[in-house]
């Protein structure tokens, strides 16, 4: 399942901007080249579950809001050819600082029982050795 779709990066970028980063013909359609964005789209995906799957299972039943748009930043980035805005550039270096947070625990995604195995007790645990002094073995001294 994608984190975002074509539709959610329309919404958020314009047609205009989409058409420019994925119209590389060598003759221009002025349309959205949808082999282009399936590519960035699964990019997107296969770098947050790298990330993500860390600390959660994978997939995920459905996908978080912050899921969501850390892979519109990153796809958007993707598609850029050349140097990005420099909006665009820093919001996919935010996108890569959460995900570092996500995967290190310092984020929490609102996942019910999503955990990866393995993850669950970071606490100490202590084992300590058979009594040799017990009430049966100093019977008679006290």
């Known amino acids: 399942m994608p984190y975002t779709s074509l539709a959610k990066l329309t919404a958020k970028f314009g047609e205009h901007m989409l058409i420019s980063l994925t119209d590389r013909g060598d003759v221009a359609t002025d349309t959205i080249d949808a082999d282009v964005i399936d590519q960035a789209l699964a990019d997107a995906d296969a770098m947050i579950d790298g990330y993500v799957g860390v600390r959660y299972a994978l997939p995920m039943e459905t996908t978080p809001p912050l ?3 850390l ?3 990153i796809t958007i980035y993707n598609l850029h050819i050349a140097s990005p805005d420099p909006k665009i550039e820093e919001d996919y ?4 600082r959460t995900l570092r947070d996500i995967s290190g625990g310092g984020v929490r995604l ?4 999503a955990d990866a195995p393995g993850t669950g007790s970071s606490g100490a645990r202590l084992t300590d050795r058979e009594r040799p002094l017990t009430q049966a073995s100093m019977k008679g001294f006290i």
């Open 67 to 69: 899921i969501g748009s």
């Open 71 to 73: 892979a519109l930043a």
């Open 110 to 113: 609102p996942i019910a029982g």
């Open 93 to 96: 270096k935010a996108a890569l």
